[in-house]
């Protein structure tokens, strides 16, 4: 039915049973020729699905060799659904021809599977990860408000310390401040980092409930 829905297919049913024939031509919207005209059809085919459960042979290789004598390496792709098959397995191997039956099929299929599970897996293994990595980010947000204290402490104590020094040197430039400032700022900076990471490695740790009790008595955080 795809096929035929396609303009630029055309698309012909065979079959020793003209009835047969008439009935499936029908039902997909396909023209009929009669069975002794096969080797025509072939000559002319760019793909054959066959499945006549006749028991032999319908399509010999030296039988397909004759039909497209005259049409080279043109492409043809037979899919052969017969049980037992329809046509010769050295049919595959004339130029052009490309030979697929149920064992192909049911390769293909197992591939499609075996994608869909891999796709599966990596889905999944995604998934963790990103459950793993959110869950991270929701422990360490649970030592951000101290995090953030203890810098706004810090910088409390770093201001102070600074406008005392410069009061009592007095007469200092712009640059001179700017310069005092930068290195305060700096010295606080690493001073912080250590006890910062470690109270986001161990947030929601008895550890981390240590390490935040005691960095709020040592900056007297409430």
Known sequence: RALSADAAASVVVLNRSKERAVELADSVGATVRDFTELNDALHHADVLLTSTGSGEVVVTADALSSARSSVGERPLLIVDIAVPRDVEHAAGDLPGVTLRDLHDLRDWAQQGVDARAQETNEVRSIIVQEVARFGEV????????LIAELHERAEQIRQAEVERYV?????L???DREAVESLTKSIVAKLLHSPSMQLKKSAGTPQGERISAALRDLFDIE
């Open 167 to 171: 009061a009592q040197l007095g007469g």
């Open 173 to 175: 430039t712009k640059q």
């Open 138 to 145: 929701m422990v360490e947000r649970q030592a951000a408000p």
